[in-house]
């Protein structure tokens, strides 16, 4: 005997279309268990903060007190002196402070005697003379002054040995002036070294007696400044 079968009842003919629904309802189900989130509910609680009426405090109505100003004092009483015509009245003489010309003059003249300053050789009138000089042209004397200093300077040369040993050379400034009498004072150093400063005031020590230098035909004190060089040969 053979079974009989309803050919609209094959069960295989929509088997993908379910399967298919499946999936999906599979599929959306895991998405939706993966994005679930849950939050603490202790951290999410909001407090409220109470705030008393008690925290309100009463600030007391105080009250300025107004004095009044002190009276004003009471007004003096003006007194008029009556003075009679016939009073005689001192005059006064008032002497004038003034001073004229004539004595400005002769202040002038004196405070031009009393004040004495040195006068530089560059601009000096008449400039010392070192000896030997003397016969010189006055156009011709500034150079030679130069001359005869670089001559002593040369002649009375003498090398430090501590300063040649320890290989100390330089340049050294000598200043000096020329007192009224053409004297040799005020002699100051300036170089490298203390032996060289020392032995340039032994040169400029021995410079002889000069004629003093003169500005409008009176003797005057002239500074004067001279290198001298050390060098090792």
Known sequence: MEPKKNPKADLARNSGLYFAIGLCLVLFLSWKLVEYKSYDKSSTDIELLNVDDDDIEDVPLTEQLKTPP??????????IEVVEDEEEVEETVIESTETTQEEIIEDVEVMEEEVEADVPFAIIEDVPLFPGCERVKKSERRKCFQEKMDKHVIKNFRY???AQEMGIQGRVYVQFVIDKDGTITGIRARGPDKNLEKEALRIIGK????TPGKQRGRAVRVPFSYPINFRLQ
């Open 207 to 210: 410079l002889p007696t000069m």
């Open 70 to 79: 002190p009276p004003p004092p009471p007004p003096s009483p003006e007194v």
């Open 160 to 162: 430090p040995e501590i």
